[in-house]
């Protein structure tokens, strides 16, 4: 078991090294540098920079010292002072602008999480029992149909739908008042009568493919020998399918939420787009749009963490509820 | 045989093949070879089969999109902005078909156009007929299309609007064409350029095992642990705005390829896993054949079915990424014409309650990726005809 949660724990930190260099690389990716933007945005308000000023920052900020010193030294910042650099377009430090931004994301992602587990899993056992019932065509269907869709069209075609039927266009996470405003019950309360409609949206695909991989894991299940005799000895039909196929059927729907987890952030960001919410999607887009590399880069990176963070606590829940795996010694 | 729209045709539309059509099983199936076994499952999948024509379908708009397209795709108007979709009248004032005289006319507190059709006077329409010129496959030039203006004098750009026209007053319709082409052949480039990728390091992991296989599988797994949307962007935003069009379509299947090989790869070790210690390799092996001969001669024809299976899985992702980036914008820009510039027009609601058409775009989109789906299911059940589903 400590063996099983080492080598998730290295493959996490390869894996989050990985997404800092892919930042890295991106900030760096546009033509000129961090001193060149500054340049731009002072003799935007009207003051003037000469070439020997601008020489004298760029050694300032180590921008004349050769890339890789440049990545330690950013990694340095981060990690040491939390620093994750400066966004010229707030004219605020990157961790202010986006820290409830990415909350929100992170709330965003959770309650999709539980909504597709919520969702998925009680239709995946029904479409298993009641094999070739209507109800499982019309699940399967459903599923397909909910995979293939990308999520942003889905999004579209909601907005279009509540804005036809119910004449409101669904939008934000809060009501009005409760915009950049200190947390509160109050304001709690408002994200939950808002959260529903981007959750559905982004949570369609997942829940489709959570169905689908519970049922086909429910059905090998079912027509092992320990069912029968659990059945022979006179159990109830409900109560045998919910104890013994069922818990076993669960693990790789947990496992599967670690696969889901990228595939979800990806959406929530294109989602976030088209229902303007206030989550890092739409914000990373006019980032990259301004060319606000630290701001793009900072967003970048944090999702990156975030997920695959997310993808360790999957494999550890997994740890906990698969005794196979905990017990067995590879 | 079950009746054509009953409902347990409607639910053997889901079977997957097999079971329900003992009949067919006679002495051929001994004689065929593994492509006809293939087929015949493929064609027994209906979902699947159905499918793959109207896949067909859209792949002769690719083909054929300037020929099917009514006006030039960028040229605008705005005399003409939110025309509504005209409709083909049959047999009418002496033309077989015909279409009524739409005028417009701008109304001076909305500033919107307002347009009003007079069905009394109709306009002809011919099959073949002459519109703009355009070149064939790059090669042959032309003017003809599928439908034209009888009256060849009238300015170009007022012909039929099948799908109505934008806010600047482009043809929907043409557009749509248009972009079909440009969307489904960026799914084709990216999937060739990720089939590359993925043979060569599946093959490697699969064939070598041992260290290599694991660190090309932890390097799959670390790509796949990581959200690819933000980095798609990411990347995008750095081409240079001076760059053609050209320029864009293939930088970014190459990004979007860079990332989606990694389900081929694995689809691709699994089966030289599976096959490298078969008796056919090893005897190639025993004969002297080089290491890349027993790979790419002897070991990856037997399963084709099986790539070309998971490349067609991967081809509506390809598309779907490529309409979310230029969606965003941050793919393809205008003048471009791709799904997602055109969707970018209907991320408006109220432009898009008001002018409803501007949606079929999407719906078309919504089309193409159910029925790549669906065909790649079907073929992937059809891949490997020995097995018992």
């Known amino acids: 078991m400590l063996n099983f949660i080492a080598r998730r724990m290295v493959f996490m930190f390869v894996a989050l090294w990985a997404v800092t260099l892919i930042s890295f690389f991106i900030i760096n990716l546009p033509e000129g540098d961090y001193v060149t933007a500054y340049i731009a945005t002072l003799q935007a308000t009207g ?89 499982d065509y019309l699940f399967t269907f459903l599923g397909f149909v909910g995979l293939a869709i990308p999520d942003f ?57 959570l169905m689908r991989i519970t049922r086909a894991n429910l059905l090998d299940e079912l027509s092992k020998p320990y069912v029968i005799t659990a059945r022979a000895k006179g159990l109830s039909e409900w109560r045998l399918i919910l104890k013994y196929p069922v818990r076993l059927a669960l693990n790789p729907a947990i496992s599967l939420t670690a696969y889901i987890l990228p595939y979800l952030i990806s959406g929530s960001i294109i989602v976030g787009v088209v229902l303007s919410l206030p989550t890092v999607g739409p914000m990373l887009v006019r980032a990259l749009v301004a060319q606000d590399m630290f701001l793009a880069g900072g967003i970048i990176l944090l999702i990156g963490f975030m997920t695959v963070i997310g993808t360790f606590i999957s494999d550890i829940l997994l740890l906990i509820v698969d005794p196979r795996i905990r017990l067995g010694d590879s | 045989m079950m009746s054509k729209f009953s409902y347990s045709y409607f639910m053997s539309l889901f079977s997957k093949g097999s079971n329900n059509q003992p009949s067919e099983r006679d002495d051929s199936i001994e004689l065929a070879t593994q492509r006809q076994l293939i087929w015949r499952r493929f064609k027994r999948h209906r979902l699947g089969f159905t499918a793959s024509i109207i896949v067909v379908l859209f792949y002769l708009i690719v083909l054929f999109a300037d020929f099917l397209s009514t006006a030039p795709p960028v040229d605008y108007a705005a005399a003409r902005g939110y025309m509504p979709p005209q409709g083909i009248q049959f047999f009418k004032e002496g033309h077989f078909m015909s279409t009524c005289e739409v005028t417009g006319e701008r109304n001076m507190e909305s500033f919107l156009m307002e347009f009003e059709a007079d069905c009394e006077k109709s306009e002809g329409i011919s099959l073949f007929g002459k519109g703009y010129e355009y070149k064939l496959w790059g090669l042959i030039k032309t003017d003809r299309h599928i439908l034209g203006m009888k009256d060849e004098t009238k300015d170009p750009n007022a012909w039929i609007h099948l799908f109505g026209t934008d806010k600047q007053g482009r043809d929907v319709f043409s557009r749509t064409m248009h972009a079909t082409r440009v969307s489904l052949t960026i799914g084709l480039v990216g999937v060739a350029l990720s089939i590359v990728f993925g043979i060569f390091l599946g093959s490697i992991s699969g064939y070598y095992g041992g260290l290599i296989d694991s660190l090309i599988q932890r390097f799959i797994e670390i790509i796949r642990s990581i959200p690819t ?75 084709y079915s099986h790539i070309i299976a998971q490349a067609s899985l991967s081809l509506p992702l390809m598309i779907v990424t490529e309409t979310s980036l230029s969606f965003l914008g941050l793919g393809l820009r205008p003048p471009a014409v791709s799904y997602g510039v055109l969707l970018k027009d209907a991320q408006n609601v109220q432009s898009v309650a008001n002018m409803p058409w501007l949606f079929i775009p999407a719906i078309l989109v919504i089309v193409v990726i159910l029925a790549l789906n669906f065909m790649g299911d079907g073929i992937r059940d059809a891949a490997d005809p020995y097995q018992e589903v």
């Not at chain 2, 760059?243 to 089966?271: E, K, P």
């Open chain 1, 47 to 135: 003051s003037m920079v000469d070439a020997e000023e601008a020489a004298n920052l760029r050694i300032f900020y180590g921008l004349d010292k050769p890339l890789y010193i440049q990545y330690f030294k950013w990694m340095n910042q981060i990690f040491l002072q939390q620093n994750l650099g400066f966004s010229f377009e707030y004219n605020q430090p990157v961790t202010n602008v986006i820290s409830e931004r990415l909350l929100l994301t992170i709330i965003l992602a959770i309650a999709c999480v539980i909504f597709i587990w919520v969702i998925a899993i009680p239709f995946g056992i029904i479409s298993a029992v009641k094999q070739y019932s209507v109800w």
């Open chain 1, 153 to 209: 069209m889905i999004a579209l075609i909601a907005m279009y739908l509540f804005f036809v039927w119910f004449d409101f266009s669904p939008g934000g996470l809060f009501s009005p008042e409760y915009v950049g405003v200190p947390w509160s019950w109050g304001r709690v309360r408002d994200l939950i009568d808002h959260i529903w409609i981007p959750m559905v949206v982004l949570g369609t695909a997942g829940t489709a493919s």
């Open chain 2, 229 to 303: 949307i933000p980095l798609y962007m990411g990347l995008s935003s750095a081409f240079p705005d001076d760059w053609t069009i050209n320029q864009v379509y293939f930088m970014i299947t190459v990004i979007i390829s860079l990332f989606a090989w990694t389900d081929l790869a694995r689809v691709i070790r699994g089966r030289f896993l599976a096959l490298k210690d078969e008796d056919f390799v090893t005897a190639a092996r025993l004969n002297g054949a080089k290491t890349m001969r027993v790979i790419f001669i002897h070991m990856l024809p037997s399963f």
